[in-house]
């Protein structure tokens, strides 16, 4: 298997109204802390580093008057990919 050490994550805001807008933030995951990873308005691609092990991301979608939040969460599994030469 192919050793991934970039993913990008896209989400797109599906009922968006006219003249409005809909906050879409990618967070990571880690140590407990979230760190921005992009924001965007409406939809968002944004590149994500993998580290060896469980990648948690957020992609927290802020309503069009900002009145509601909602979390959707992603968790990714990474392996180090480890090759062994013998002489």
């Known amino acids: 298997g192919a050793n991934v050490e970039q ?3 896209y989400a797109y805001a599906n009922h968006v109204h006219k003249n409005s807008s809909t906050l879409i933030t990618v967070l990571k995951e880690v140590g407990g802390h979230e760190n921005i990873a ?6 968002i691609v944004t590149a ?12 927290r979608v ?3 008057d900002a009145t509601q939040t909602r979390d959707y969460r992603i968790k990714i599994i990474s392996h180090m990919l480890i090759t062994i030469q013998s002489r």
């Open 7 to 9: 993913v990008d994550i």
């Open 38 to 43: 992009g924001a965007a308005l409406n939809s």
């Open 48 to 59: 994500v580093k993998l580290t060896t092990g469980i990648n948690k991301f957020i992609v």
């Open 62 to 64: 802020e309503s069009e």
